[in-house]
């Protein structure tokens, strides 16, 4: 390590720049370099939030001389991931030169169109809004940031006053620029700003961030931890003083059964958001959070919305807030959030008809993103767990940002608002508790920026199970693991549950090189247990918010080697087979009801169930129990959930219903050659081989092709079908429909 800075500079942050491997990059190499580094810490900038820049000297590909090049991070990266190709490269003199196609505030968004007529070597990372904020600025090397501690001073009624106190405090220069949203105007601001402050080493953008600079990479790097690290100390000291309590004191306790209320509630909120599109939801109870919630201002601070454009993008312009007295009745809440929906869906939309252009993207989903609860936590939704996670880590942000300036307050009674300038006036900001949130107008313009639409439509499609959360019981093998691989490449966020944990978890891992990390996960189950039933389906909604795909494929076949089935393996049979899926059939209805969307179940039966055969007596009854179940099931949870089932001749690859010894009794049954030194997958081949002669295909049955079976009749291609079993037999003569 460098060891450049002293523990004395830092107090919350760390220097993690390397000399040894800073040594050995190249230009472009140390900007990810920094990039990473300061992306590596969330109280330096939030997830795809901020971004950097170097201006490099380059070989023109064209005249073959050297030319000033802005390298700046590309629309939508993030700086903790960012790899070299993701900066967008331009030619600084040319993009400079575009000012004098600039015709004011009304025409900004028509300068974005121009950046490709000055990209450089073809590059097709494309380049961000904050391009011109970069290249205008006269520093060989620039960080923008939105670090909590600098976005609450940003965010401050008395922010202006407090940041003269800062400089004077750390020995810093830096310049104070009402709010203006990113691009040209915002360039020439910056510009113009550090022009007429002499000595100055950054600008604090009111509601907005932090942009600091360095004459090398490193000199950056230092210069950009130092201020937000003094940031927090400055802060810090006013939220020790005597007197001061944050968000007004605590008006609520954290109630002790959080997480159990929390587990009843998200599929209430997760139904209740979701009517639109569905939503994948996400909880959090932690400190920070709860002391939020629980407070005093709370539910007036929420209703302010966020400051930083960076946090309401995901955010929404505001949280939804349930006014529920943890002291009260749990079971008041879903009442409370119909009403607070109503109430928020209202307000959304008189958001949108007050701001909105003629040219305006037309509205999006009125729901929340973010819910609080005072006593149990904040609930986020996304279209993936992944953005749901990070909504809740952005409002954390907004709360820490919210936090900040009222520390910063200390009960002074400012006159002026210094955010209001040119884009938005005074009158126009609204203060709470010493933070002033961004005006709604403002919101606006960026929620339903046309270059944010457009960064929206670059997105790839979603794919056809993406939004539904599917629960596959017996997903730790056979059938079960072939419709989580599945579905895990169609979208769907997976729970693959198994009385085989390891199993199970292999299988989790096998769907997260698909999905992704979080969008998979892995639980124990017995069907057979009720309160097993219900763990694994607390587990799927602790995890993803709710449940919208249940898949059995778990069943046994009994066998003893004299071929006499017991009175005990004939009970656990129809047990497993049948009782066990009408016990799944019903918890699951349970909680299908409360979150009240449209959803499927999926059994698995077996052409068994219409095909009698000697010595296999009570697996055959139980599948034809189980068929009639289906259709039973089919009329008593309509029409909420559309139930159906699949009919398999037998699958004897990946089947635990089929060990060695049970391939190598039935080879020996059918007269088939085998030697005993034979891999179990070989002796499995010969038996499959075997059943499809007697099929009209002659195709052995794979497990795949029952997963994609099952898929459809899980999915939306399905929609109008419930009550049926579709068999996937090879065309097996016996089972013909009867």
Known sequence: MSGAVSEKTLHFLEDK??????????????????????GSDLRITNFGGGNTSSKLEQVDPVSGKPVPVLWVKGSGGDLGSIKRAGFATLYLERLLQLEAQYKGVAE????VALYPLVTFNNNPTAASIDTPLHGFLPFPHV??????????????????QKMEEFNKEYGHTLAWLPWQRPGF??????????????????????????FTWGETQRECYLNTITII???GQFIAKHEAREGHVRFGGAKFKSHDERKAIAAKVMPVLRGAVSRKQRWIGSFTDTEAVLDFANSAYAEQLAHLGTSCPDHFIRTKIRPMFLKWDPAGDAAEIPAIIETALETYRAEYAEYYTKHALPDSPKQRDASPTVVLLPGVGMFTFGKNKTEARLTGEFYINAIGVMRGAGALGGGV??????????????????????????????????EYWALEEAKIRRQPPEKQLSRKIALIVGGGSGIGREVALLAAERGAHIVVADRDTTGAAKVAEECKAIAGKEAVTSTAIDITKRDAIQAALAATVAEFGGVDLIINTAAIFPSSPSGVISDE??????????????????????????????????????????????????????KAALSHLVRELAVGMAPLVRVNGISPATVVKGSTMFPRDRVKASLSKYSIPFEESATDDELRDALAAFYAQRTLTHVPIDPKDNAEA???????????????????????IEAFLR
């Open 185 to 210: 105007e915002l360039g020439m601001m910056l510009r113009q700003i550090v022009a007429e402050t002499p000595g100055c080493d950054g600008v604090v953008l009111g509601g907005h961030g932090l």
């Open 17 to 38: 720049w390397d000399d040894a491997v800073a040594s050995k990059l190249d230009e472009p190499e140390l900007l990810r370099y920094r990039s990473n580094l300061l």
């Open 143 to 160: 960080d923008h940031l939105h670090p909590d501690w600098g976005i609450a001073l940003a965010a401050s009624a008395n922010g202006k």
């Open 569 to 622: 393996q004939w009970a656990l049979t129809l047990e497993i087979n049948v009782t066990s899926n009408f016990k799944l059939a019903e918890e699951a209805h349970t909680l299908l009801k409360k979150q009240g969307l449209d959803a499927t179940l999926v059994l698995t039966s077996s052409a068994n169930a219409v095909v009698p055969k000697r010595g296999s007596e009570a697996y055959d009854v139980s």
């Open 229 to 231: 690290d003094q940031f």
């Open 413 to 446: 009674d400012c006159k002026e608002i210094p955010q209001a300038g040119p884009a938005a006036t005074a009158d126009q900001f609204t203060v709470f508790d010493n933070y002033v949130a961004l005006p709604p107008s403002e919101a606006f313009r960026i």
């Open 108 to 111: 900004e968004d028509a300068m």
């Open 710 to 732: 099952i898929l459809f009749l899980a999915g939306p291609l399905s929609r109008c079908t419930t009550g049926h079993i579709i068999p996937v037999d090879g065309g097996l």
